[in-house]
C-alpha cells in the first residue's frame, strides 16, 4: 500500500533545484531515482540517479537525445512504470511502495497523458472519445467543456476521420483533461504534426496549463519548444544534466521553428 513520506524528510530544493516559490510545496519530489532493465551484460541503466522537484502551475519541458532517460522518467512519474531504486513521492505519498491497485487509482485520478499519436477509437465522435475518460473519474468536466477548451467546440460529433491530424491530438488534449487531473504528461505530443499544426496543439496544451492550473511535462526533441515553458531540464545518460528557469516564457504561437 502506500505510505505517506516522513515529515522528516525536506522538500527544500537541494543544488541541483532552482529556486522554488516561497511557500511552495512541490507536486513530485525525486530523489536518486534508477530504472535498469535487463540483467548481465544486457542491463541497461535508463534512469541513474535523478534528483528533481516539480511544481504546481509549471510547465516544464524534458530535452535530451534519444536514450537519455526522457520517456523512462515519465513513465515513473506517471505510474506506468516502477523505478528500480530511489525516492518518488507524490504530494508527499511514496509512490515507489504503491501496489497495482494504488497506481491504477493514482492514475485514473490524478495524471493525464498526451502521446504522439492520438489513440482515438474510430467508431466514437469526439465528444463519446472524452466520454470514456469523464464516466469513470473522480471529478469530471463535461466533455463539451474539455472540448471547448481545446477549441473544438464546433467539432462535438465529428468522427476521427472526419477530423485533421491536429484536431485528433486535440481531442486527445481533452480527453487527458476531462477529468480534472493535477498532472499532465506529453510525451512528444507534436512529433507526428507538422509544424503548424503542432504550434495549435502546442497552444492547446498551454491554455490547459495556464487557465487549469495543471502541471504540465512535456518531452521534446526540438530545443526551440524550450522557450515556452517555465522550466526546461536536460537530460543525458539517465540523469539531470542541467536545468534552466526563463524569466519569461514564451506563448507558442511566438515559436520560430
Request: hydrophobic fraction near 40%; aromatic fraction near 4%.
Amino acid at each position: 500500500m502506500i505510505h505517506t513520506q516522513s515529515a522528516s524528510v525536506s522538500n527544500a530544493p537541494d543544488a541541483l533545484q532552482p529556486e522554488a516559490p516561497a511557500t511552495s510545496q512541490p507536486v513530485f519530489r525525486v530523489r536518486g531515482l534508477t530504472k535498469v532493465y535487463g540483467t548481465g551484460a544486457a542491463e541497461v541503466h535508463a534512469l541513474a540517479g535523478v534528483d528533481l522537484d516539480l511544481y504546481e502551475g509549471e510547465l516544464v519541458v524534458l530535452l535530451g537525445p534519444s536514450g537519455s532517460g526522457k520517456t523512462t522518467l515519465l513513465n515513473n512519474l506517471g505510474g506506468l512504470d516502477l523505478p528500480t531504486s530511489g525516492e518518488l513521492h507524490y504530494r508527499g505519498v511514496d509512490l515507489t511502495d504503491a501496489d497495482e491497485t494504488d497506481l491504477t487509482r493514482y492514475r485514473r485520478d490524478s495524471v493525464g497523458f498526451i502521446f504522439q499519436f492520438y489513440n482515438l477509437i474510430p467508431s466514437l465522435t469526439a465528444r463519446e472519445n472524452v466520454a470514456l475518460i469523464t464516466e469513470i473519474a473522480r471529478d469530471p468536466m463535461p466533455p463539451e467543456d474539455a472540448l471547448h477548451l481545446v477549441h473544438l467546440g464546433a467539432r462535438l460529433d465529428h468522427f476521427p476521420a472526419q477530423l485533421s491530424g491536429g484536431e485528433q491530438q486535440r481531442v486527445a488534449i481533452a480527453r487527458a483533461i476531462a477529468k480534472r487531473p493535477e498532472v499532465l504528461l506529453c510525451d512528444e505530443p507534436t512529433g507526428a504534426l507538422d509544424v503548424r499544426t503542432g504550434i495549435v496543439v502546442l497552444e492547446a496544451i498551454e491554455r490547459v496549463n495556464r487557465e487549469l492550473g495543471t502541471l504540465t511535462v512535456i518531452i521534446t526533441h526540438n530545443a526551440v519548444m524550450a522557450d515556452m515553458a517555465d522550466r526546461v531540464i536536460h537530460l543525458s545518460d539517465g540523469r539531470v544534466h542541467h536545468e534552466r528557469r526563463n524569466p519569461r516564457r514564451a506563448p507558442a504561437s511566438s515559436l520560430n521553428w
